[in-house]
C-alpha cells in the first residue's frame, strides 16, 4: 500500500526539524521525507493521511525490556526498597505461578503496549524466550530476544550451558528477518565464572549478540569487590563457592573476555571512570535504566 503521511513537524534525524512534512511510504519502505506539497507532487497517486498538529518521528528503541514479566506490574511494588527480596519474589512467581500461556500472554500484552508507545525495536532479556519471540513477531515488532542463562555454582556450568545451547538452536528456527536471537549471561551473581566463560566463547563462534545485566546494585558491588552482603550471604546458604575477584564487575567482565563480545549492558551505575574506559575500548553498549533505577532505589547511572 502507498500512502503519504502528513504533520506538523517531521524529525528525520538525518536532518534538521521539517515543517508542514511528509512522508511517502510504499509497503515497508520510506521512499521520500520531505515538505509536503514537493512529497505529494512526487508521487501524486498515493493515498494522503493527514495528522495535523502532530510529529513524524522514528520508531523509538527500548533496549532493554523483559516482556514475560509485563503481567507482574504492581505485584512487587512492596519488594521495591528491598533488590534482592525483589528478585527472589519475582523468580519464585515467574516459576511457580505462570504458566507457558501466562508467559505468552504477558509477553504479548507488553510488546502491545510497546507499540502503542511508539516503540518498532527491542533488546528484550527473557528466561521464557520462545514466548518472547513468538509475541514480538505476532505484534510485528524488530528484536533482539536474548535468551537468558543462570547458575552461579561453577560445578553445574557445563551442564547450564548444554541447555542453554538446545534451546537457542531452536529459537533459531523462530528467527524472522525482523527478529534475531541472542543469549544473556544474567549477571555476575546468578552465573559463574566458568558459564561466563563459556557463553562467551559460544556468543563469538555462533556471532550471537550478548546482553548482560552488569554493576546495577550496592549488592552487586559488594559481592564483586569483598565478596559481602546479601548475594554473596545467599550463595553462602545455597552452598555455593564464591571468591570474590576483589574488583568493579565490568573490569571482572574483562577479566572473563566477556567484553570481547561487545555486549549490550544493562544499567552500569556503580562504574568509576576506569570502567568506563574499559567499555569504550572494547566497544561494549550500554542500555540506560532510568525509570527501573529509581524505582529500585539503585542510584544515578553517570
Given at each position: 500500500m502507498t500512502t503519504i503521511y502528513c504533520a506538523r513537524w517531521a524529525l528525520p534525524v538525518a536532518s534538521s526539524v521539517m515543517e508542514n512534512a511528509a512522508v511517502a511510504v510504499d509497503g515497508a519502505r520510506i521512499v521520500g521525507v520531505g515538505v509536503r506539497d514537493e512529497i505529494v507532487k512526487r508521487f501524486p497517486h498515493y493515498n494522503v493521511q493527514d495528522f495535523g498538529q502532530a510529529a513524524i518521528v522514528p520508531g523509538l528503541i527500548n533496549a532493554h525490556s523483559h516482556l514475560e514479566l509485563t503481567a507482574m506490574r504492581g505485584f512487587l511494588e512492596q519488594e521495591e526498597t528491598n533488590f534482592f527480596q525483589w528478585l527472589r519474589k519475582l523468580t519464585f512467581a515467574r516459576a511457580e505461578r505462570m504458566t507457558a500461556d501466562d508467559l505468552y500472554a504477558s509477553a504479548a500484552w507488553g510488546a502491545i503496549e510497546a507499540a502503542r508507545a511508539g516503540v518498532t525495536c527491542l533488546g528484550d532479556a527473557s528466561d521464557a524466550a520462545q514466548a518472547s519471540m513468538k509475541a514480538v513477531c505476532d505484534v510485528g515488532l524488530r528484536a533482539i530476544v536474548y535468551k537468558e542463562v543462570f547458575g552461579p555454582?561453577?560445578?553445574?556450568?557445563?551442564?547450564q550451558f548444554a541447555k542453554l545451547r538446545e534451546?537457542?538452536?531452536?529459537?533459531r528456527e523462530m528467527e524472522t528477518p525482523l527478529v534475531r536471537v541472542g543469549v544473556s549471561p544474567h549477571a555476575t551473581y546468578s552465573v559463574s565464572r566458568k558459564l561466563i566463560e563459556?557463553?562467551?566463547?559460544?556468543?563469538l563462534d555462533e556471532s550471537l549478540p550478548v546482553m548482560m545485566h552488569a554493576a546495577e546494585s550496592a549488592h552487586e558491588a559488594a559481592l564483586m569487590s569483598e565478596g559481602t552482603?546479601?548475594?554473596?550471604?545467599?550463595?553462602?546458604?545455597?552452598?555455593?563457592?564464591?571468591?570474590?575477584p576483589?574488583?568493579?564487575?565490568?573490569r571482572?567482565?574483562?577479566r572473563t573476555g566477556a567484553l570481547r563480545t561487545k555486549p549490550l549492558l544493562a544499567h552500569c551505575i556503580t562504574v568509576d571512570d576506569a570502567d568506563i574506559e574499559l567499555l569504550q575500548l572494547s566497544e561494549a553498549r550500554v542500555a540506560h535504566c532510568p525509570k527501573s533505577n529509581l524505582k529500585l532505589f539503585h542510584g544515578r547511572a553517570p
Open positions: 555454582d561453577e560445578t553445574h556450568a557445563s551442564e534451546r537457542v538452536s531452536i529459537l563459556l557463553v562467551t566463547e559460544y556468543a552482603g546479601l548475594f554473596a550471604e545467599s550463595l553462602k546458604q545455597r552452598g555455593i563457592a564464591w571468591d570474590a576483589g574488583v568493579s564487575t565490568i571482572y567482565l574483562a
